[in-house]
């Protein structure tokens, strides 16, 4: 059974940051497409950073430049890297594997940046 637990988030002033880390069991995070998304009230989610199995990786524009996905393949832990911070990046933060025809989430975690 595939399980996504994500730790990490919080509360922070603009410019600050914080890193997101989501914890994989059932199976490997590197053989896997994942991404994190972020979502507010009354939206979608939106994603803004992925990497994919072989390493290759992708961000939204917001994120390109001050966020960075990685992953710890003997932690089997999946991270988000925030760097400077902006109120606009507030909401609840959500890692996702997918894995063939299914997809699997975190619980989700909140990021709430004050100016």
């Known amino acids: 059974q595939v399980q996504l637990m994500q730790s990490g988030g919080g509360s922070v002033q603009a410019g600050g940051s914080l890193r997101l880390s989501c914890e994989v069991s059932?199976?490997?995070?590197?053989?896997?497409?994942m991404g994190w998304y972020r979502q507010v009230p009354g939206k979608l989610r939106d994603l803004v950073a992925s990497?994919?199995?072989?390493?290759?990786?992708e961000y939204s524009y917001a994120a390109k430049g001050r966020w960075t996905i990685s992953r710890d393949n003997d932690k089997n832990t999946l991270y988000l890297q925030m760097n400077n911070l902006r109120p606009e990046d507030t909401g609840r933060y959500y890692c996702?594997?997918?894995?063939?025809?299914?997809?699997?989430w975190g619980q989700g975690t909140q990021v709430t940046v004050s100016v």
């Open positions: 996702k594997l997918r894995r063939f025809d299914n997809e699997y």
């Open positions: 059932g199976t490997r995070v590197n053989i896997n497409a």
């Open positions: 990497m994919i199995y072989d390493g290759t990786t």
